[in-house]
């Protein structure tokens, strides 16, 4: 069964910078490829970034680009979104989510882990 699961979020201070760590297990993570989005009260659940299953590879929503990078390391079976220079506006819940090479639909998704960014 596949398990995802998303760390180091918290309250961080506008222009500051956060990372956060997504943990794969249940699968072999090298046949994934990688994405994060991103959901705040009262909307819906938004595309922030992906990644290919080699990491050669990835995209970015407009609203995160030039911030926000999206990376991987296979042999810890772990996504990373290194997020700078943060606004008000990032504040929501990430999660990431696993897709099964030569799907189209990002099949498994993590709990999700809370990003609070202050004024």
């Known amino acids: 069964q596949v398990q995802l699961v998303e760390s180091g979020g918290g309250l961080v201070q506008a222009g500051g910078p956060l990372i956060l760590p997504c943990a794969a297990s249940?699968?072999?993570?090298?046949?994934?490829?990688m994405g994060w989005c991103r959901q705040a009260p009262g909307v819906e659940r938004e595309y922030v970034a992906a990644?290919?299953?080699?990491?050669?590879?990835?995209n970015y929503a407009d609203s995160v680009k030039g911030r926000f990078t999206i990376s991987r390391d296979n042999a810890k079976n772990t996504v990373y979104l290194q997020m700078n220079s943060l606004k008000l506006e990032d504040t929501a819940v990430y999660y990431c989510?696993?897709?099964?090479?030569?799907?189209?639909?990002?099949?498994?998704w993590g709990q999700g882990t809370q990003v609070t960014v202050s004024s």
């Open positions: 249940g699968l072999t993570f090298s046949n994934y490829h």
């Open positions: 990644i290919t299953w080699s990491g050669d590879n990835t």
């Open positions: 989510a696993a897709r099964l090479k030569g799907t189209s639909k990002y099949g498994s």
